[in-house]
Nanobody, 120 residues
Framework: QVQVVESGGGLVQAGESLRLSCAAS????????MGWYRQAPGKQRELVAA???????NYVDSVKGRFTISRDNAKNTVFLQMNSLKPEDTAVYYC??????????????WGQGTQVTVSS
């Protein structure tokens, strides 16, 4: 019904940048919120950044000032610009989409995850 596709992960050195993209498609009436979560081995998944339909944003304290979340609502796409990357940012990053489908039902979807590795 809904496809959520992430891209942009990779291997970089500390101090470098990456830009993640996430596009949702399919049975979508409107997007209510999109966000990025990350999970490192042996750790719980945590919210990194989120953006609402009104463009309000939230960030985990550890990425404030370094990461920027933005969205293109017309394309149902969210981006995460990650600057000044640190080894502690290494994780699988997952895109989360909260939406109304065409039947106006509230739905929640996750992408497959994209690996971000930051070497020291």
């Amino acid at each position: 019904q809904v496809q959520v596709v992430e891209s942009g992960g990779g291997l970089v050195q500390a101090g470098e940048s990456l830009r993640l993209s996430c596009a949702a498609s399919g049975n979508i009436f409107s997007i209510n919120a999109m966000g990025w979560y990350r999970q490192a081995p042996g750790k719980q998944r945590e919210l990194v950044a989120a953006i609402t339909s009104g463009d309000s944003t939230n960030y985990v304290d550890s990425v404030k000032g370094r990461f920027t979340i933005s969205r293109d609502n017309a394309k149902n796409t969210v981006f995460l610009q990650m600057n000044s990357l640190k080894p502690e940012d290494t994780a699988v990053y997952y895109c989360n989409v909260k939406l109304l489908d065409r039947g106006l039902r509230r739905r929640d979807y996750w992408g497959q995850g994209t690996q971000v590795t930051v070497s020291s």
